[in-house]
């Protein structure tokens, strides 16, 4: 059977930037303390003005906006496609960045993650209508950016997320399915993770 953690949104706790310029809402990690010693994280940062980003040697990182109308990142002196909200964008976490606001402050998501312990999948899901999926991955973390959203899980477990809220599953080997159906059109995030 799988292990469920529901995440509310409400009880995420508040941690300053590694750069001081911020603050990030903490989902989950799988462990360590601060902002050292884990494998993988899973945070919500909000941005209101232009500005550099923390750097994070060793780490892979995907980040996708929330709300606001979107930046443009700079890696390394190259500058990425426009980011609207809900297209994921990934680059090296020691890579230099600079982010330029498209028009206002923004909210995204992100997870952070060492590409030399784990394997990561990161998928926006539009569901305008119930999907079936089927995953092989050990840690499945389910993101709501819906106000509603309902998982059933292929041995039995089930859960309701609010708008922001996470399902974090610890499952052992195999195939599981996975049914997700929403109240209204919308957006949800499936991050799978496999240690190597």
């Known amino acids: 059977m799988s ?94 960045v600079e982010c330029q606001l498209l028009a206002g402050a923004i909210r995204d998501f992100n997870l952070i993650y060492a590409p030399q312990r784990y394997s990561a999948r990161v998928q926006w899901l539009a569901l305008a209508q119930p999907q079936r999926l089927f995953t092989s991955a050990t840690t499945l973390l389910l993101f709501s950016a819906i106000e509603a959203l309902e998982l059933t899980i292929g041995d039995g477990g089930c859960a309701r997320l609010g708008r922001y809220d996470c399902l974090q599953i610890e499952r052992g080997t195999g195939l599981v399915e996975l049914q997700l159906q929403a109240d209204a059109p919308g957006a949800c995030c499936l991050i799978e993770l496999s240690p190597h």
Request: charged residues 20%; contains cysteine.
């Open 3 to 96: 292990q469920i953690h529901i995440l509310r949104a409400a009880d995420y706790p508040r941690m300053p930037w590694k750069n001081g310029a911020g603050s990030t809402l903490e989902i989950a990690r799988d462990q360590g303390e601060g902002l050292e010693g884990f494998g993988w994280r899973l945070s919500i940062a909000d941005i209101a003005e232009s500005g550099g980003f923390s750097a994070f040697a060793g780490y892979q990182r995907v980040i996708t906006v929330l709300e606001g109308a979107g930046m443009c990142l700079q890696v390394d002196g190259v500058a990425s496609r426009p980011l609207l909200p809900f297209d994921p964008f990934a680059f090296a976490g020691d890579s230099r």
